[in-house]
């Protein structure tokens, strides 16, 4: 059983992480601000030619994803605290006497 717990505390965690990960990121690239995304590639004769890598709208679809993916994983990881919190009132909050630790 405590084997379990630790399992689901650490998937807990793991899942926060990820969630403030995808935060961070869709913050620090908002809609607005997103641009074509351009690169060089080298020709057979060695020249030179731009190509696009990633497109404004391309950039945009991955954003709404992530704050899909990122709505879905907080909606888990509110059901994964609110089993926690049941589990914990179902045992008590107990403390147990010094002598039986």
């Known amino acids: 059983m405590a084997t379990k ?11 926060e992480q990820q969630l403030e990960s995808w935060k961070a990121y869709i913050d620090a690239n908002p809609m607005e601000k997103l641009e074509d995304r ?14 696009v890598i990633s497109t404004r709208e391309q950039q945009g679809k991955f ?3 992530t704050m899909k993916n990122y709505l879905s994983l907080l909606k888990e990881v509110d ?3 609110a089993a926690e919190e049941a589990k914990k009132e179902a045992r008590g909050d107990v403390d147990i006497p010094e002598r039986m630790k």
Do not use: C, F, H, S
């Open 5 to 15: 717990k630790v399992y689901i505390d650490i998937e807990l965690q793991w899942a």
């Open 38 to 51: 351009v690169g060089e590639k080298l020709t057979t004769k060695g020249g030179v030619i731009p190509y």
């Open 63 to 65: 954003l709404q994803d």
């Open 79 to 81: 059901n994964m605290r």
